[in-house]
């Protein structure tokens, strides 16, 4: 029996470090895609491999309405979970083939899953350790997670409509710093809708702006009439955020 003591000792010792290196094998893979997809893929998913293949998809998807739709989805989807080069042109080219109601759509629902995809990586990964360590910490660390846990849905949804913040580092950040997933899905499926309806809309009419020999006019998400709706509702995802501080302040 004695001798079977340092046999189990070492099987449990030596599956524990595979274990946790199996949990971020998933992870590296996608950092790995993404590395590999920005230097080989920035060429190909642009708006003139769309605008010298229109003719073809426009065909074949009039013909294979439903399986065009379910192929540009699994694309979509492979662009956001891998942080692959080319998610606005997927977005545009949405509106460009499917129209700005169902463009919007499918959009919305493959960039979610995309999200969510990378999301539950990282968390099952890296952020399974990191979590853990923010819950033992102390000091300033354990106030920026206690603050961070208390406006959870607010951030989140600033996180989605401040149009600065890049989409794969809105994806990653919540997931390395524990926030529940269901917060996650709930604020990445709606806050990401008003930024996708421009996106959209601007790919309907993709049609006329390659008919003029004419390059997609992205400055449109900047103008007043778009950016404005965008920042008011910033303001009100930070709201709650700022009437819990200044409660605090009071008690205090």
Known sequence: MKRNKPDSFMSDTTQAPRSGLARHIPLLVILAVAVVGFFTLGDYLTFETLRDNREALLSWRDANYWAMAAVFMAVYIAIVAFSLPGAAVASMTGGFLFGLFAGTVFNVFAATVGASAIFLVARWGLGKSLTAKLEASEGTVKKLKDGLRANEISVLFLLRLVPVVPFFVANLVPALVGVK????????????????????????????VFDRGETPDVSLLWEPFVIGPIIGLCVLAALPIVIKSIRGQKDA
Do not use: E, Q
Not at 183 to 189: G, I, S
């Open 181 to 208: 997933f269901r917060n996650f899905l709930f604020t990445t499926a709606l806050g990401i809708v008003p930024g996708g309806i421009v996106y959209t809309w601007i790919g309907v009419g993709l049609g006329g």
